[in-house]
């Protein structure tokens, strides 16, 4: 949440970050409120991508007939995952917050100054599961 918050403050990224706590029942009207307006939308999960928590958001997106404008799934791979402390599997996996802003900033093609200026700010405890949607703010 503080980096979402720090993303748009440096870079003028409007940011939602929704604590999906729980798949179900998902939050339909909550994706057909926001997933379409979203520039780009993030699943973050602690968990393997495959099957998971962004898996059934596509899933519900198709229901729906909601086609988002860019989706990124990020998450574990669906391979044999070592057993470790959390902090660094975490970081291992880019699920911790340096991890998550680099992929957030590769998937908006942020560059340069500008990537290296999306820092993470101070440490906040960390859902299992996120749906963020961000979309950039036009240069005027």
Do not use: W
């Not at 994706?31 to 979203?38: H, N, R, S, W, Y």
């Not at 962004?54 to 404008?69: C, D, H, K, M, N």
């Not at 957030?104 to 960390?126: D, H, Y």
């Amino acid at each position: 949440l503080e980096a979402a918050l720090e993303a748009e403050a440096a870079h003028g990224i409007k940011t939602m970050v929704v604590n999906a706590r729980f798949i179900k029942p998902m939050d339909t009207e909550l994706l057909k409120t926001f997933v379409p307006e979203a520039g780009l939308t993030v699943t973050i999960e602690e968990n393997v991508i495959a099957g998971g928590f962004g898996s059934a958001v596509l899933e519900q997106l198709s229901t729906l007939e909601i086609s988002p404008r860019r989706i990124c799934l990020h998450g574990l791979p669906d391979s044999f995952i070592t057993h470790g402390a959390p902090s660094i599997l975490r970081k291992i996996y880019k699920l911790d917050k340096e991890g998550i802003l680099e992929f957030i900033t590769q998937k908006m093609n942020l560059k340069g100054e500008n990537a290296k200026n999306l820092r993470p700010a101070q440490e906040t405890s960390a859902s299992s599961r996120k749906i963020a949607s961000a979309k950039r703010k036009k240069a005027s």
